[in-house]
């Protein structure tokens, strides 16, 4: 019923009643995810001056999703953040790996405890990530922009120690007489 506010709702009827479980007039609810033990997790993204976008990550604990958000964003409460997570992937595992951007790129994060420790995830050949995905065990990244003749990006099956190159995507069609 605010202006401006934003808000994350659940219903325990099908949809008959909604309860408020998330709710803030500065960031807006962007994704809801879960791990394998019952946690629930929270990315939300605010608009900053000038103009970049700023992402929190919070962790519930709680299964009935009580509303109980603590946040567990790498950067701190009161800091100026310099970056915006704008992906969370949660492994089977339990571990959380975020893409952090900046507006010219990003990197990875990774955090083996549910948020409480963050650590960068260093990926040789490649200066920032464009986009991230995880099929456990495997963490594949891509880069921005995709070079012709290389490969789409990298993958590691071992947390992020070891990268191997993606396979090389096919030539384009050459031929003239194509049809829809």
């Known amino acids: 019923n605010e202006a401006g506010c934003e808000a994350l709702w659940r219903s325990d009827d099908i949809g008959i009643t909604w309860t ?10 962007q994704m809801v995810t879960a791990d394998q033990v019952g946690g629930l997790y ?6 900053q001056f000038p103009l970049y ?3 929190n990550l919070y962790r519930d604990n709680s299964p009935g999703l009580d509303g109980v958000w603590n946040r567990i964003s790498p950067q701190g409460a009161y800091d100026v953040p310099n970056v915006a997570i704008s992906e969370l992937l949660v492994g089977k595992n339990g571990v959380l790996t975020a893409l952090a951007e900046n ?8 955090s083996s405890d ?7 995830v260093i990926i040789p050949h490649l200066l920032t990530v464009g986009s991230a995905a995880l099929l456990d065990p495997m963490l594949a990244v891509a880069p921005p922009t995709y070079t012709p003749g290389q ?3 990298l993958a590691s099956d071992d947390g992020g120690a070891d990268w ?3 396979g090389l995507l096919p ?3 050459t031929a003239t007489d194509l049809q829809a």
């Open 114 to 120: 549910g948020g409480a420790t963050w650590h960068s």
């Open 42 to 47: 929270l990315l939300t993204q605010r608009l």
């Open 53 to 55: 976008l700023a992402g």
């Open 171 to 173: 030539d384009p069609p």
């Open 151 to 153: 490969p789409p990006g």
């Open 103 to 110: 507006g010219s790129g990003g990197a990875l994060l990774r």
């Open 20 to 29: 408020t479980v998330f709710s803030s007039t500065t960031e807006g609810p």
């Open 164 to 166: 191997r190159p993606l």
